[in-house]
């Protein structure tokens, strides 16, 4: 299979298992993403509660100082019996009439007072007289007792103060003390969940929750739909104003607290609040106490904080996850590039994490993140590894290409931009020196050798020479265009160039050295016995056109254009003039020594004479020159030895 399917069937593999997980996750991908939205809440940290809400806590500090005056002196009225729980009702109407003396609005006691007082008919009758000067603003708990609950018989039980409920004015005082549990895979969901949910699912009446019937005893409306929210916690424990409750209780301490000033007009939760130790409601920011998780949820209802998940609807929440991957994909097929599609990750994922992040803090809404966001890991990683591959191909590609011609160190600087070496490879112009050379009568001596069963030893002879001539070429930093036969053509300044004028120079002691290297190949083979070679070598420079010319089926990286041309006329010239090199006035000139070459680089060049206007064919007179062996020494820009090119008429 082609690797482009592999990879498309990969991709809808990927998209489809966003879908999925976004829109019928399971209960371990549900505990992921609580998990991943438990940490954006503590990422956010702790809010300020709506400052109107404050509790009276039934806590530690009340049940210890009761203990002492107990224990110290002899208790007073208010004091007595507060040291345990249960507390005596009697307490809890003297804790309201005093809050409401202080002008709370309402008042919501977080205690199901079950059966009659164990303390006594005066215990109920001191609760319910309070409760008669107050009708319409205390909210008593309720509680739904469940099949599995001991104490129910078989169907859902209502346990509700029977004793109280004419004092409060019946039912509608009541409010459910029930809540949803949270489990590692379900989130913590308002109160109204249960009774306004739950319950009618079940065929039984719906009942509101002591939150929601305190808030409507305090005139004071929900501004969300509570059954269908999750609720945002605002902090650990303690994060909303608290006062102890006997601090309201104890006179003295009463009469100069600081948040009396704070009452008028203020919501009031009021139960017990021991020690909870590991045992409290489960929260990002740590176990809460049932008064603190409803005092949480009245706060979402009066502000409208509630988290929910949108959208709603499987398969719509399911199209949405699958949005940012598509995009990626989109972008991943309109890019090969590896690091574009980085780019087009990073991006994407920026944009989505920007979009859930402010979507949660700001509107408390829940996005679909896990899904979407695992999506776009596992298509970065697929298409990242595919633009890497690619790329890696595409330089194997490059360097196999470009190493038949340059040498590797020329390569290396190539391939250091791939897109640049592309664009050579296409096409574009160039000033270039030319090296073109042929070998004389090369031609006859393949007849001669064919004819006396010398072939194999024509071919060796033919490789080494132009091996040698090869290393020549790559040693002064040339590149080899191509072999025609025996003839070499050489090009200095392409693909990459060093300068028009320290390519000219390196051509012209290029051609120098092969004729060195020649003489040596002759010589040796003088000693073999094998026949001499004889060269003829021309050199021109102006501008060529560059690139990879021929069919689909076969291309090549060469240059082509008129000073091509004009160096195979000038080595063909070689042989009518007796010189071994000629070039033409354009590379003498180049070649030339200047004040601004580059520092460090050798520019000794050998000294050039004109031989005057000569015919060349297809091109007019031309001046032509060639190169004299030194004559003198001076000191070059390295430290070595140079010879002035003199140009001698």
């Known amino acids: 299979m082609r690797p482009e399917r592999v990879t498309g069937l990969l991709s809808a593999l990927v998209v489809a298992l966003v879908a999925w997980t976004a829109g019928w996750p399971n209960h371990t991908w549900q505990g992921w993403e609580l998990g991943l939205q438990d940490q954006l809440q503590r990422l956010r940290?702790?809010?300020?509660?709506?400052?109107?809400l404050i509790l009276v806590p039934i806590d530690d500090a009340t049940l210890q100082q009761g203990a002492w005056f107990e224990q110290n002196r002899p208790a007073p009225t208010w004091a007595r019996g507060i040291s345990t729980l249960p507390w005596p009702r009697a307490a809890y109407g003297a804790l309201i009439d005093k809050l409401f003396q202080a002008g709370v609005s309402a008042v919501a006691i977080n205690v199901v007072f079950e059966g009659p007082s164990g303390k006594g008919p005066a215990d109920d009758a001191a609760l319910a007289a309070s409760l008669r000067q107050h009708p319409g603003r205390v909210a008593l708990a309720a509680e739904m007792l469940e099949p599995n609950d001991a104490r129910a018989a078989g169907s859902l039980t209502l346990v509700r103060p029977e004793t109280l409920l004419p004092a409060l004015g019946g039912a509608r005082g009541l409010g459910l003390t029930n809540v949803l549990p949270r489990t590692p895979e379900r989130p913590s969901r308002h109160p109204d969940a249960?009774?306004?949910?739950?319950?009618?699912?079940?065929?039984?009446?719906?009942?509101?929750?002591?939150?929601?019937t305190l808030l409507r005893l305090a005139g004071r409306s929900s501004r969300q739909d509570d059954p269908q929210r999750e609720l945002a916690f605002y902090g650990p424990e303690s994060s909303f104003t608290s006062l102890s409750a006997w601090e309201v209780l104890d006179p003295e301490r009463w009469r100069r607290h600081p948040l009396r000033s704070a009452l008028p007009g203020a919501i009031v939760l009021l139960g017990p609040v021991v020690s909870q130790g590991d045992d409290g409601y489960p929260t990002p920011y740590g176990p809460l106490s049932g008064l603190e998780l409803l005092a949480t949820a009245s706060a979402n209802s009066l502000r409208g904080e509630g988290l929910w998940s949108w959208p709603t609807a499987p398969i719509a929440r399911a199209l949405l996850a699958v949005l940012p991957p598509l995009a990626l994909l989109l972008l991943a097929w309109r890019t090969t590039g590896l690091h574009w599609r980085l780019l087009a990750l990073l991006a994407l994922v920026a944009l989505q994490l920007g979009a859930a992040l402010l979507a949660f803090w700001s509107a408390h809404l829940w996005l679909p993140l896990l899904s979407p966001s695992v999506g776009l890991a596992l298509l970065g990683l697929l298409y990242g590894g595919d633009a890497y591959l690619r790329e890696g191909l595409e330089r194997r590609r490059l360097r196999r290409t470009f190493e038949r011609y340059v040498a590797p160190g020329v390569v290396a600087e190539i391939l250091a931009d791939p897109a640049s070496a592309q664009g050579i490879l296409r096409g574009r112009l160039l000033e270039v020196t030319v090296l073109m050379t042929d070998l004389e009568g090369f031609t006859s001596l393949t007849r001669q050798r064919s004819q006396t069963?010398?072939?194999?030893?024509?071919?060796?002879?033919?490789?080494?020479?132009?091996?040698a001539m090869v290393e020549v070429i790559a040693s002064h930093g040339g590149t080899v265009d191509k072999f025609i036969g025996d003839a070499v053509l050489a090009v200095f300044g392409s693909p990459v160039g060093r300068g028009l004028e320290l390519e000219a120079a390196a051509a012209l002691r290029c051609a120098l050295a092969m004729r060195n290297a020649l003489e040596e190949l002759n010589r040796q083979w003088r000693q073999e016995g094998v026949a001499e070679l004889n060269s003829g070598i021309g050199l021109a420079s102006g501008e060529v056109m560059v690139g990879q010319i021929g069919s689909p089926r076969r291309l090549e990286f060469t240059v082509i254009g008129e000073t091509v041309n004009l160096a195979a006329r000038l080595e063909s010239l070689t042989r009518s003039l007796g010189m071994s090199v000629l070039c033409d006035a354009r590379t003498v000139a180049l070649a030339a020594p200047s004040s601004d070459g580059p520092p460090g680089v050798s520019r000794a060049t050998p000294r050039c004479?004109?031989?005057?206007?000569?015919?060349?064919?297809?091109?007019?007179?031309?001046?032509?020159?060639?190169?004299?062996?030194?004559?003198?020494?001076?000191?070059?820009?390295?430290?070595?030895?140079?010879?002035p090119p003199h140009v001698t008429s």
């Open 45 to 52: 940290g702790p809010r300020r509660p709506p400052p109107e």
């Open 194 to 212: 249960y009774g306004q949910g739950l319950l009618p699912a079940q065929g039984a009446a719906p009942f509101a929750s002591l939150s929601s």
């Open 453 to 467: 069963g010398q072939s194999e030893l024509h071919v060796r002879q033919l490789n080494t020479y132009l091996g």
């Open 609 to 643: 004479r004109s031989l005057g206007p000569q015919a060349v064919k297809g091109l007019g007179e031309v001046e032509v020159f060639t190169p004299l062996p030194p004559a003198e020494a001076c000191p070059s820009v390295d430290g070595e030895t140079s010879v």
